[in-house]
């Protein structure tokens, strides 16, 4: 196994921290025979995920604006990235979060929670290997 190889390999098992081998940051640019590979550092999230009632539709409505209004204050804040209803069917939700505090917070306060609209959560850590959530 060649070192470049060895490299990748073992940033992929250490979950992408310092190499052992060569003590070059795994974020580092490498060069295979073949390909031109970046590795970069997985970045951990919070998905915060509701469950909704099959009537949702119907019983969101006096809510909806606080609901919106509560997620808009939280990415001005910086702790919410991104979050949207599931949809065909819409039977719940996904709110992603830098922390598991800020998850959690909103989930205790949120209109949606508080009135019955969601009527299960949970916060989850996400490890983001590809992609950009760089908010």
């Known amino acids: 196994m060649t070192t470049l ?7 992929s098992v250490t979950t992408m921290r310092m190499t052992w081998l060569s003590r070059i940051p795994c974020s580092a640019t490498a060069v295979s025979s073949r390909t031109l590979a970046t590795v970069h550092s997985p970045r951990i999230l919070f998905a915060l995920r509701y469950t909704y009632p ?16 509560a ?21 719940g ?7 598991r505090e800020d ?10 929670v508080l009135n019955g ?3 299960s959560w949970d916060v989850r850590e ?10």
């Open 5 to 11: 190889r060895r490299t990748l390999f073992r940033c």
């Open 54 to 69: 099959e009537n949702v539709l119907e019983i969101r409505g006096p809510h909806r604006a606080a609901h919106i209004a």
């Open 71 to 91: 997620a808009e204050q939280s990415v001005l804040a910086g702790n919410l990235i991104a979050g949207g209803a599931f949809a065909n069917p819409v039977d």
């Open 93 to 99: 939700a996904l709110l992603l979060f830098k922390n």
């Open 103 to 112: 998850a959690v917070r909103f989930a205790e306060k949120d209109p949606y």
């Open 117 to 119: 609209v969601a009527t």
């Open 126 to 135: 996400w490890t983001v290997v590809v992609g950009d959530v760089s908010k």
